[in-house]
T-cell receptor, first 114, second 116 residues
């Protein structure tokens, strides 16, 4: 079975400050991990993914995420937040040896204050 | 590429009416997913097709919901009869068949359904 948790419903950060959106997962085998962003009245948009290789993954719009196998985490980070980063962020996981269907977290609302 | 196309973007209908939502996946993608998003339940997978064949429909709420994919470039999600609790945003997403080097999903803009 595979599952993913986003422990924070909302994250508030001031513009210019670093941001972190947390994600933890559970799989039986090796994880495939994804981050998506959803702006108001839009569909989800792919940000980055971890399949294998370097634990630090860089993605769109200056975002990056760090895969930590021992902590089963895949937190999304950005060194300096922008007001335009305010959106809903989803983490998703798929077990390499499991179904082809990813499991999505409930989403974390990121609010960046000017 | 135009991305995943969904129509209509907004649908308002009365309880008991039939509703049909449409999706055109990205050319070359052979996996298609229908999702429903609400504030209460978040993002829910309804059905997954691979090569036009329904693989997993365990998320379809009840018999009032049905989905088809007659060819690689078109899918429909039908609700008959519709009920107020079906009000939600319905998304279609497509991807290449997952394998080594997994593929991300590409989502359409969604259809906002309101059933009165």
């Amino acid at each position: 079975a595979q599952s993913v948790a986003q422990p924070e419903d909302q994250v508030n950060v001031a513009e210019g400050n670093p941001l972190t959106v947390k994600c933890t997962y559970s799989v039986s085998g090796n994880p495939y991990l994804f981050w998506y962003v959803q702006y108001p009245n839009r569909g989800l948009q792919f940000l980055l993914k971890y399949i294998t290789g370097d634990n630090l993954v860089k993605g769109s719009y200056g975002f990056e995420a760090e895969f930590n196998k021992s902590q089963t985490s895949f937190h999304l980070k950005k060194p300096s937040a922008l007001v335009s980063d305010s959106a809903l962020y989803f983490c998703a996981v798929r077990d390499e040896g499991g179904s082809y269907i990813p499991t999505f977290g409930r989403g974390t609302s990121l609010i960046v204050h000017p | 590429d135009a991305g995943v196309i969904q129509s209509p973007r907004h649908e308002v209908t009365e309880m008991g009416q039939e509703v049909t939502l449409r999706c055109k996946p990205i050319s070359g993608h052979n996996s298609l997913f229908w999702y429903r998003q609400t504030m209460m339940r978040g993002l829910e997978l309804l059905i997954y097709f691979n090569n036009n064949v329904p693989i997993d429909d365990s998320g379809m709420p009840e018999d009032r919901f049905s989905a088809k994919m007659p060819n690689a470039s078109f899918s429909t999600l039908k609700i008959q009869p519709s009920e107020p609790r079906d009000s939600a945003v319905y998304f279609c997403a497509s991807t290449k068949t997952p394998g080594l080097g997994d593929y991300e999903q590409y989502f359409g803009p969604g259809t906002r359904l309101t059933v009165t």
